[in-house]
Structures are given as structure tokens and as C-alpha cells.
């Protein structure tokens, strides 16, 4: 199914949208101050995203300042402060396909070029995962499968995003989706990736805790051939 939405419709949507939205913010303008996303990109109705559907596809159109954008890029790439929500708008801008601005986007993508101090900036904050195998039996007894998983999860998105730095691709934990296309960008990677992620969470507990040691250690071999590990 091909799906096409170009920058006017988006645009004449946008100013329908926001039609709807008028008569109740007129009504009431300290509504725009109503909280929506506590901490986010988004904290309030007054920088709301839209969204639409087209054929049945959500699409959503943020708008962001050009200041807030350059800023995100040197909060990663010069501060080396990298967080999920800023490397999940980098790797948008990388990934995206521009409407309009081809020449500012261009600059964009120059300027948030993945260093090799950005690159070992997220392994260090990413080499932590919790030994499970170590602690299997000690979990086991203290029923404690909630934490058991949290573990799990924590750990495949580490061994991800140290994966995803080894390879110098953009990667967040931040609403992860379509981990076969991450994966499938990995040129190093410990092979079968994501399936072996996966059945983490449907493995026997001790047969689960002793696979995230093989990916550990597999992980482990590349960084060191990579001179990656401190």
C-alpha cells in the first residue's frame, strides 16, 4: 500500500486542526497551559503535536523551533549528554525524508555526526548489565519475577545500544519500534540479534539468565576487538 501526504496537504490540515482546537482555547486560554506530556518535548496543549490519519496511518506533525533542534544536536554531540528522547529525534533527522529546508536539514545532518566521542560516551553509560546468571537463584527464591523481567528488559536495550554506537547507528529505547530494522543495520552484531533478544522473555528463567551471558559476552568480544571498553 502507497501512502502519499505532501507538505501542502500536511500544512492545510494542519490549519483545519487547529480550527477545532480555537473556539475552545478563545473559550478558556489558560488551557493552553494544561499539562499533556510532564517532562516531554510536548509539556502542555500549547505545543501540542497534530495528528491525522491517512488510510488508516496515524501521522503526526510536531512543531519544533530551529533553536530547540540545534540545540538537541550539541546537547549530544558537543555536551555528549545524550538521552532516549534527544537520540530518538537525531536518529528522525538522519532517517527522515525532508518536505522542504533540504539545505537546513543537510546542515543539521552534518553537524549531528556520530563521533567517536559520542561513540564512547554510550558505551560507558550503556556497559551495565545486571549479571542475571549470577543471581538467578537468588531471584528465584525471593519471587521476584517482576524484577527478573525489569533486568531482562534493561538489558537487551544496553546491549542494543552499545551494539548500535559499535555500528555508529542511532538507537533509543524511547518507544522502540521495528527491531529487525535496527538489527538488520547491524554490520557487527553476535548473530540471530533480535530473535535471541526476544526469547529472553519466553526462556525457562535459568536457560533466559544464561543467554544474556552468551549476548554479554559476545557483546563483550566485539567491544574489546573494537577498543571500545576502557
Not at 150 to 168: E, F, P
Not at 180 to 188: A, G, H
Request: hydrophobic share 45%; proline share 5%; with cysteine.
Amino acid at each position: 500500500m502507497s501512502i502519499t501526504a505532501g507538505l501542502p496537504e500536511l500544512l492545510a490540515y494542519s490549519d483545519h486542526e487547529r480550527a477545532k482546537w480555537r473556539a475552545w482555547l478563545e473559550a478558556d486560554p489558560s488551557r493552553l497551559s494544561l499539562p499533556v506530556q510532564d517532562g516531554g518535548r510536548f509539556p502542555t496543549i500549547g505545543i501540542l503535536l497534530d495528528q491525522f490519519t491517512v488510510d488508516g496511518v496515524t501521522c503526526q506533525v510536531g512543531q519544533i523551533a530551529i533553536s530547540d533542534v540545534e540545540h538537541d544536536i550539541r546537547k549530544v554531540v558537543v555536551d555528549l549528554d545524550p538521552d532516549a528522547f534527544t537520540m530518538k529525534a537525531l536518529g528522525g533527522l538522519h532517517d527522515g525524508l525532508p518536505l522542504a529546508g533540504d539545505d537546513l536539514i543537510a546542515g543539521w545532518r552534518a553537524a549531528a555526526a556520530y563521533s567517536d566521542d559520542l561513540q564512547r560516551t554510550i558505551v560507558a553509560r550503556h556497559w551495565k548489565v545486571v549479571p542475571l546468571w549470577k543471581l538467578a537463584a537468588h531471584v528465584a527464591a525471593r519471587d521476584a519475577e517482576l524484577w527478573r523481567h525489569q533486568i531482562l528488559v534493561d538489558g537487551a536495550y544496553d546491549l542494543l545500544a552499545v551494539l548500535a554506537a559499535t555500528n555508529r547507528v542511532w538507537f533509543s529505547s524511547f518507544q522502540f519500534k521495528r527491531t529487525r530494522t535496527l538489527t538488520d543495520r547491524l554490520e557487527v552484531a553476535p548473530p540471530d540479534l533480535a530473535d535471541r533478544l526476544e526469547a529472553l522473555f519466553t526462556l525457562p528463567p535459568e536457560e533466559s539468565a544464561r543467554e544474556l551471558e552468551r549476548l554479554t559476552d559476545e557483546t563483550r568480544a566485539i567491544l574489546e576487538e573494537r577498543l571500545l571498553l576502557s
